[in-house]
């Protein structure tokens, strides 16, 4: 999924060799991993994990990163051609690549569940566009959901992540939002409440944490993908005003706030996943530019930005402050809390 905006919806925004089926006194739940332990004390913990969505922006990472710690995953794809580009075998050895009629048997031979699919909404709305946008989500989670359901009780998974968006709050350039914020009234908010409502009709045994997404940065992927060329041509700048906020979080952070959701049982519920400092878009675009060397004074005016994504654009042009409550209370360490640090060790 390359989207996530201040909405994992944003503008730009956007397992195993064999089946595995794990013992009761080994269940992974057993133990609580800390994201910020070191490697090899996470290691002695194997997990079995699919994930919906592995070829995207935040499922590529999650893939590597659970692949050098040893876990067994499964990469649930309607693609499996595509899959194996970007999972060679050279490469990620064991890691078992499935289609659709081969996921009922990965989740019951998993211990937990990642749903990260849904197509990119980078691209001008039509009505056709946003259905797709809103049945490309509740689809594959109703389909994860009931294969989840269906499974025995000796080998059903124990945990379910599932993203959702920022896109729940609505826009705003005066509120802040977190966990506890009702949802907006646009079309995005509605497609995050059917989106985890969809998520919330698993098993009751099954720990679900439904993690909100805002704007994803990193190199190869998301917003920065597309504004990287913008301020090498020295064209830079924000998107209309520059005066709304802009909730977003490393790559590296929202990866290692997914595992530890994987692993801690404390981890359920609703959970941004934002950093704990957003930014209005202007003073992002400041730090883009002075990380690059390059000017940021040229906005993007509105009437450019509505008739490249129309209707889509309100979600640039209005944003929203979105703070990580639970992450904080329960004490996830954010390796990169500031924008600045977080771009300069992207771009370094």
């Known amino acids: 999924m390359e989207l996530h905006k201040a909405t994992a919806f944003s ?12 013992q009761p006194l080994l269940r992974f739940e057993t133990k609580r991993l800390r994201v910020c332990c070191a490697s090899d004390q996470i290691k002695e913990n194997k997990m079995t994990v699919s994930i919906t969505g592995a070829t995207g922006f935040i499922g590529k990472r999650l893939v590597q990163r659970l692949h050098a710690d040893n876990h067994s995953i499964h990469v649930l794809t309607r693609s499996r051609s ?7 075998v050279r490469d990620f050895p064991g890691i078992k690549i499935a289609e659709e009629p081969e996921w009922k048997d990965c989740i019951q031979g998993s211990d937990g569940i990642v749903n990260l699919a849904g197509l990119p909404i980078s691209t001008r709305w039509s009505s056709e566009i946003k259905k797709e946008i809103k049945t490309s989500r509740i689809g594959v989670t109703s389909k994860i959901v009931e294969l989840i359901n269906d499974s025995p ?23 802040v939002f977190d966990e506890k914020s009702p949802s907006g009234n646009d ?8 989106w985890e409502g969809t998520a919330l009709k698993v098993n009751k045994n099954v720990r679900v944490a439904l993690i909100r997404i805002g704007v994803v940065l990193g190199k190869d992927g998301g917003a920065l993908a597309k504004m990287i060329p913008l301020f090498m041509m020295f064209a830079g700048g924000p998107l209309g005003s520059g005066n709304q906020w802009f909730s ?8 290692n ?5 994987l692993s801690n049982p404390s981890y359920k519920g609703v959970i941004n996943g934002t950093a704990p400092n957003p930014v209005r878009l202007s003073e992002m675009c400041d730090h883009l530019g002075n990380v690059m060397g390059r000017p940021s004074w ?9 008739a ?14 979105v703070l990580p409550a639970k992450a904080k209370e329960l004490g996830f360490s954010f390796k990169y809390p500031y924008v600045k640090d977080a771009l300069k060790a992207i771009l370094s």
């Open 298 to 306: 040229l906005p993007v005016p509105d009437f450019a930005l509505k």
């Open 11 to 22: 503008w730009t925004h956007t397992i195993s060799t064999s089946l595995h089926v794990p």
């Open 257 to 261: 706030l997914i595992y530890e959701a």
């Open 248 to 255: 977003w979080i490393h790559l590296d952070d929202i990866v």
């Open 308 to 321: 490249v994504l129309g209707e889509g654009a309100s979600v640039v042009l209005e944003g929203q402050r």
């Open 82 to 88: 595509k899959a194996e580009l970007i999972f060679p």
């Open 187 to 194: 079309y995005l908010a509605e497609v995050c409440r059917e």
């Open 153 to 175: 009780d000796g080998v059903r998974p124990t945990v379910l992540v599932s993203a959702t968006a920022v896109g729940y709050y609505g826009t705003s350039k005066t509120q």
